[in-house]
């Protein structure tokens, strides 16, 4: 199982780097381990996104200490600790920076449902307290309060946490988020938005598009654009694809 769970966080790494979340050395992802330890996997400090592999990945405990593996821990472990700690129904937490979103957040607007992407949030938390790094417990708490039962929140000029059942979703959020900020600031960029979706609308799409069906697909795609790009073997998609339960 853990091994499985490593080789998961592995292929997120290069999902977010492929789909241009990475942000040189910065930027995380952990998966929470079976077994109600509370210790979780998580991408070291010092490396890509992408640069992931079997032997760097480190295990932490509750409270974000490194328990295994040799290389550093990232300083930010706490976003991860404490949505872990104050959500039991996630299992894998996300935290990058994507220009789209960062640059959005300093408009200081309202996100709206200008493409489908967006309306997967039923809201959009945008936690204030500081646009400096979450380097203790504390801070992570507040991160942690102001995410509440959402997928997603923004950090103010500083990037994104989501989260998710499993890593496919909270990658998922992480990439649609990103979308959608882009999408918007497009819009801002041409003189605002003038039309937005039904608020009924929204809702039916938004409620489509939460599955987890979906959130392997496309999990699973950008996987694959991933391997094409580097050489690899691509196994025929009749073979990968999930179907909708």
């Known amino acids: 199982m853990t091994l499985a769970l490593k080789k998961k966080l592995i292929e997120a790494g290069r999902v977010l780097a492929h789909e241009g979340q990475g942000d040189y050395v910065a930027g995380h992802v952990t998966a929470r381990l079976p ?13 890509g996104l992408e640069e992931m592999n079997e032997d760097n990945v480190i295990t ?6 490194r328990i295994g593996g040799t290389m550093p821990r990232h300083n930010e472990v706490f976003i991860h600790s404490e949505v872990l700690r104050a959500r039991p129904d996630v299992n894998a937490v996300v935290h990058t920076h994507p220009s789209h979103v960062v640059a959005f957040s300093s408009l200081g607007k309202p996100f709206l449902p200008v493409v489908s992407d967006a309306t997967i949030f039923d809201e959009l938390p945008i936690f204030e307290e500081t646009t ?12 942690a309060k102001c995410l509440g ?3 997603a929140l923004i950090l103010r000029n500083h990037g994104i946490v989501t989260c998710g059942e499993t890593v496919e979703e909270a990658v998922y959020y992480a990439l649609k988020l990103d979308k959608a900020c882009k999408v918007q600031l497009y819009a801002e960029w041409a003189g605002g938005p003038k039309k937005v979706g039904d608020a009924g609308d929204s809702k039916i799409k938004g409620q489509r598009n939460r599955r987890q069906d979906l959130y392997q697909n496309v999990f699973n795609y950008v996987c694959r654009c991933w391997s094409r790009s580097n050489g690899e073997h691509v196994a025929p998609v009749c073979e990968t ?3 909708k339960k």
Do not use: Q, T, W
């Not at 400096?132 to 991160?143: F, H």
């Open 35 to 47: 077994g109600g330890s509370g210790h979780f996997l998580m991408k070291p400090a010092g490396i």
């Open 60 to 65: 932490c405990d509750a409270s974000g200490a």
């Open 132 to 143: 400096d790094l979450i380097v203790d417990a504390k801070r992570g708490a507040a991160v």
């Open 149 to 151: 039962k959402n997928n």
């Open 241 to 243: 694809v999930v179907e």
